[in-house]
Each structure stands twice: as C-alpha cells, then as structure tokens.
C-alpha cells in the first residue's frame, strides 16, 4: 500500500471533515441547498440503483469474455471486503456525527453512504481493468459521480457529506486490493494444513464411528 494511493481518498474526506470546523464550508453548503431550491432542479430515484451500476458492469463483462484482473471468486472476495469496510467506516460515523440532513429527515448525514457505495464500486471497476483497457475501467466513475450529484438535488446530502463519502469508497477498494492477498495467503495455509488431518469412518465389534488422523 504506497501512500500516494492515499493522497486522494484522504484528501476528499479531509475536505468533507473540516466543514465543521470551518464556517466558510458549511456556508458554501447551505449556499449550494437554496441555490438547487430556488432553481428547482429535477429530482430522481435513479441514484439509489446507480450507485451498483460499475459493479454491475464489471461481472456483466466478464461474462461477455472480457475478463478483468481477477477470477470471479478474487473479485468477488474483494468487492466483499470494500463493501464491509466501506460500511464499518460510513455506519458508526453516521451514529457518532449525528449531522442533519438537509430534508431534516434524520441525523445520519455525514458521510454519504450512497457516495461511498457508487465510488467504492466505480474504483473497483477501474483497479479490474486499469491494466487492460484505461478508457473502459474509467467508465464507472460518471455513475459515480451522477450518484453522488443527484444525492444533493434529492435533498438528502450536503456537498460535503457526498465529497467525503466519495473519499470513503475509494479508500475502501484501496484497502481490500490490499488485504486480499493476505486474507487470501492465510486461508490457502489454512487449507494445506487441513490436507494433513482426515476423519475415517470404521465399523468394529458390531458399532459403527468416526475416526481422527492427523498424518505428521
């Protein structure tokens, strides 16, 4: 994991952070909801599904023959893993920020979780194909972006909230690119012990059992 893969995710939900600690941030917020009320720009549903769209596409093209980087079951395992990090982070800083959000429906604001699912899933559609084709693997991030746009015309989030949840997804896919091998090196050890170890079944003395070999 080098620390320029860093610079970007930290530095988006940096961004979003310090809006509560500069008066200046929160204004341009604000600024940005009455401008979106006063021209009463179109809302849509569709950023509840766009958000799984890049997702989407990368099994659909793999089905379609063009293989990414991984197998289905290394992809599968990462995009996984993003997805629970990207939860353990977007979750628990909802509950503790307890931020408004600009509808006043609830308090679960900060950071989008929406934002973070759709840049979680567009980055992971890059790191499959960045290698193989840098035009294609690009292509999820204007789902991204449409996702986390249309959060704030909906109402539902802050600028900020959607700029650090941006930040969040692609640490997360950052993140699971990076602890994959390992996870997957440690259950690979674990398998290789396992084929030393065999439970046999046998019939004595009229009384069927079990029994365990551990070969050494």
Not at 65 to 71: A, L, Q, R, V
Not at 82 to 98: D, E, F, R
Request: charged content about 20%; some cysteine; aromatic content about 12%.
């Amino acid at each position: 994991m080098g620390y320029r893969k860093l610079i970007l995710p930290a530095s988006l939900i940096t961004v979003g952070a310090i809006s509560f600690a500069i008066p200046a941030m929160k204004k341009l917020d604000v600024s940005t909801k009455m401008e979106i009320s006063h021209n009463r720009l179109g809302r849509t549903t569709l950023d509840n599904y766009t958000q799984y769209f890049p997702a989407v596409m990368v099994y659909g093209l793999n089905l379609a023959g063009i293989k990414g980087k991984h197998s289905f079951r290394d992809r599968t395992m990462i995009f996984t893993i993003s997805q629970l990090i990207s939860a353990a982070i977007v979750t628990p800083a909802k509950n503790m920020i307890a931020e408004e959000r600009p509808d006043g429906s609830n308090r679960k604001s900060f950071p989008s979780g929406h934002a973070a699912t759709a840049f979680s899933t567009a980055h992971f559609m890059y790191k499959e194909y960045r290698d193989k084709n840098l035009l294609l693997s690009l292509t999820g991030y204007p789902f991204a972006a449409f996702t986390g746009v249309y959060r704030v015309l909906n109402n539902k989030h802050w600028m900020t909230d959607v700029v650090a949840g941006a930040g969040v997804g692609i640490l997360s896919t950052e993140l699971a690119y990076w602890l994959y091998p390992k996870f997957n090196s440690l259950l690979r050890n674990k398998k290789k012990k396992n084929k030393h170890c065999m439970i046999v079944p046998y019939y004595q003395s009229q009384k069927f059992g079990l029994s365990y070999q551990m070969l050494l």
